[in-house]
């Protein structure tokens, strides 16, 4: 197949190009879809598809400080992804200049193959943003709102279905500032969904809401997500990192210190487990330092401490010794390493301090 | 376009939704116009006179029920301490001690009048000393019988009337077109600012001067509409008359609007929170009150005050207004103020331009 296409990819392959990178080229030289599928005969997944965000070495210099010192990431289709750091972090600087509200002092970001410097219209196009303080028009209702947000993209939407999604219909009349924190934010994210966006920017979105408004809106972002719709969020809250995210991304004074899923995070800088119980008798700690797993002893207080890379196993072992050794277990707590334990191992201090 | 249509019925509606914005371009402009209409600044001044005389003959009390006849002056009679006492306090002009026998006794002798000033008031002082000297002149022709060689023969032309209310509606346009362009955007956009609206509209493919020029032309709209509101108020209740063409009106206040308006963006680019508003603007917007010839002529100003109040963007707005409803003027006569407001107009939305924008300047 000797086709400029083929040609072209040969000589891409021989300079040592990667494939996002070979795609992109193809994508800037006007190629699309339909003509590849028309080149190799049969269709063709789009390009970037694996990856909706790719953010490459980005950099933000202040005059003083630096925000954000050189991250580079991607976020994959389909995911919930969330950038988990404190005040501070970088975190809402990153994801403006994402979502090309703030121009990075270095370093390229594609947004579903579109280069967020180059093609800032076609990627407002394709995004959805709620930011950290949403704010609309004081004199209009939500439905006037909706629409105006719609005609911004050159659409026209169902307003009361969409304020329905987010449990607002019967608000369809009110203005936004008779609104409470909660009702706010949900209300921000059916602006964000007007255009039916690739992926929605949520900044720190349950910050200053109540136990309860914040799992209505953990509900809404899982919704959202089932629908296909890629959600990227900020946050300095452990649980919603947990809960909510498919993939996190720990940042902390402008760099990322770790990026993997929750359950690979916590396994890989968590830390052990903790057992404590209490026993009708001491039990001897060479005993216990001798169960499957056991990294470190110490009692206390009439407490035993037992430090574990693997609860299930030692569990299955204390339970097995108390049986045979003639002892009884009062109270068992099982401590899991948490987020908290990731961050602290990581960066050596609280995430909240 | 669908776009823009939707972004100018927002607008429109955002507007007619505020309160604040009904109150400071209809509500306060017209209470301004409709006392100022009512207090009358048409009647002419009047003077006040004291005058002494402690047992006035009959001739002598004939000449002072004549001066009480003359509308300019207000007269006062009481001792001499009294009225003296009065003209320290600034409450007469003159105090005139009058002989008894001013008139009667004229025949034997030349009677002599004592006439105190008020020294704060010089220049009323003065007019009302010459008219009590030519009534006095008169009185002496009168009493020495001497014939008359001259007379004024007085005869009315028919000219248009300008009363106050009629130099001052041309004028009360003007300043509330001005107040409306620039505080109505200049609140909005900073507290839009402030609040992250903007920021957030800067996430959406909608342009930022879809946005500004919908705005402007909501405020375009609202300044003809207020104009025809101060009209028909004017015309209607306080007898306003207005000649001249009303399409040059629309073409004055449209430029003042959109001159204002340059003001109102460029204040919104300065002020970083909407506190700072209202100093920033008034700075700027209250020295013209006073000298872009809204309440009285700029040529009753001191001679290098003109010089300065005749190039504000208001003086050129008002002065236009007012030839054209006052005097029919034609678009050759206006020419050269429009082409006032065209420079200004030009300045600030340039000044505009530099200054506000959607999203906060990086110093990286």
Known sequence: MQSPLAQYLSDAANAGMTMAEAARALADAGWTTAHLAAAFGHSVVPMGSADVIEVADLVKRYATTTAVAGISFTVRRGEVFGILGPNGAGKTTTLEMIEGLRNPTSGSIHIDGLNVATQANAVKHRIGVQPQASTFFDGLTLRETLILFASFYDRTVDPDALLADVQLQEKATSKVNELSGGQKQRFSIAVGLVNEPVVLFLDEPTTGLDPQARRNLWDLVRQVNARGTTVVLTTHYMDEAEVLCDRIAVMDHGVIVALDTTANLLAAHGGDAIIEFTSDRQVDETLLAGLREVRSVRHEDGTHFVATAQPRHTLDDLFGAGRTQGFAIGSLTLKRPSLEDVFLNLTGHQLRE | ?364
């Open chain 2, 1 to 364: 376009m669908n776009t823009f249509r939707t972004l100018v019925t927002s607008s429109a509606l955002i507007f007619l939704r505020s309160k604040q914005a009904l109150f400071f371009t209809l509500f306060m402009p017209l209470v301004i116009m409709v006392i100022f209409g009512m207090i009358g600044f048409d009647t002419p001044p009047t003077y006040d006179i004291g005058i002494v005389a402690s047992a006035p003959q009959p001739g002598t009390a004939q000449f002072i029920a004549k001066l009480k006849e003359l509308k300019v002056f207000k007269v006062h009679e009481g001792t001499l301490a009294d009225e003296r006492a009065a003209l320290e306090e600034g409450d007469r002009t003159v105090v005139v001690a009058m002989p008894d026998d001013l008139i009667d006794g004229a025949a034997q002798a030349p009677r002599e009048l004592v006439v105190y000033v008020n020294d704060g008031q010089p220049v009323q002082a003065q007019s009302t000393i010459s008219m009590l000297n030519q009534y006095l002149d008169k009185t002496s022709l009168a009493l020495a019988q001497a014939p008359t060689f001259f007379t004024l023969r007085q005869e009315k032309v028919a000219s248009r009337d300008l009363k106050y209310i009629d130099f001052l509606l041309p004028g009360l346009i003007a300043m509330s077109v001005m107040q409306m362009s620039v505080f109505s955007v200049a609140f909005l956009f900073v507290q839009y600012k402030e609040k992250g609206v903007l920021r957030r509209l800067a996430a959406t493919p909608m342009r930022p001067f879809q946005f500004v020029a919908a705005n402007a032309l909501t405020r375009l709209g609202v300044s003809v509409v207020q104009t025809s509101i101060f009209i028909l108020v004017g015309v209607l209740l306080l007898n306003a008359t207005v000649v001249g063409s009303y399409v040059l009106v629309a073409l004055c206040v449209v430029l003042g609007a959109l001159m204002f308006l340059g003001l109102g963006f460029t204040v919104s680019g300065i002020a970083k929170t909407v506190e700072s508003v209202p100093a920033l603007a008034n700075l700027l917007v209250f020295p013209m009150l006073f000298l872009g010839g809204t309440f009285f002529p700029i040529s009753s100003m001191p001679n290098w005050l003109q010089h300065v109040a005749k190039f504000l963007p208001l003086s050129f707005f008002s002065t236009a207004l007012r030839e054209v409803m006052t005097r029919d003027a034609g678009l050759s006569d206006i020419a050269g103020d429009l082409l006032g407001m065209l420079v200004w107009g030009a300045l600030l939305i340039g000044a505009a331009t530099l200054t506000f924008g959607f999203q906060e300047r990086d110093s990286a």
